[in-house]
């Protein structure tokens, strides 16, 4: 099984092609209120983790629109989960000062951060499989040059995409036919550099094959669409009551002052 099989990368193209209400959202609409949900829950401070819990709101109601199963979500995000925790897995050891107690039980400000890095990791990276789940690669590619990124940065970031495919399903035959000849043992390091670089070798002549036939039936680097899509008063709409709900959770606590209204209210 190729990595592309593996992570799931063609299930996702798949969810993208089907009809659901989110879809049918301008992928420009999509995209704007996904980089400001980005930015809104990246400038949060390091402490921070009740207040960014109103924003699991955005990439829910995404998976919500388009029909996505949740689950297929959770497990791309526990795939790349380690990097997170990679990142904070040392700020309990190097921050222990005391943050917040709950009960007896005394929390350092070390797992207060960890635990908001791993919450903005979650929410982000949700967001961002959401949004390619429900729009699909080739139309956020379009939308992307509409907004002004420039045309040769959205034909490499389609290319990475798209020939992800193949590069993995050549190192999977390469690591099967290792399999094979091995006899059962586990190959040693110097095999696996050598099916490295002939997998490069062979990466690079299968490139320049795909180019000629791309120039051969026309390619000229411009990104087409089979349905092309407008800027509708609903999309407007849609950026707008997103960019409402992430500037008020932003400037007030959401969680914080429903907290407290419960609180005072079982008291």
Known sequence: MGFAAWAGIGRMDELARRDTPARRLDARAKIIATLAFVVAVMSFPRHAVAALTPFAFYPLALIALGRIPPGFILKKILVASPFAVAVGLFNPILDRAPAATLGPLVITGGWVTFASILLRFALTVGAALALVACTGMNRLGAALERLGVPRVLVVQLLFLYRYLFVTSDQAARMARGAALRSGGRRPGLRVYGSMIGHLLLRSLDRAERIYRAMV???????????????????????????????GSARAWNIAGAVGRLLTGGAS
């Open 216 to 246: 051969a039936r026309g390619f000229d680097g411009e990104i087409r669409v089979l349905e092309p899509s407008a800027f509708r008063r609903r999309d407007a709409a849609f950026v707008c009551g997103c960019l409402a709900l992430f």
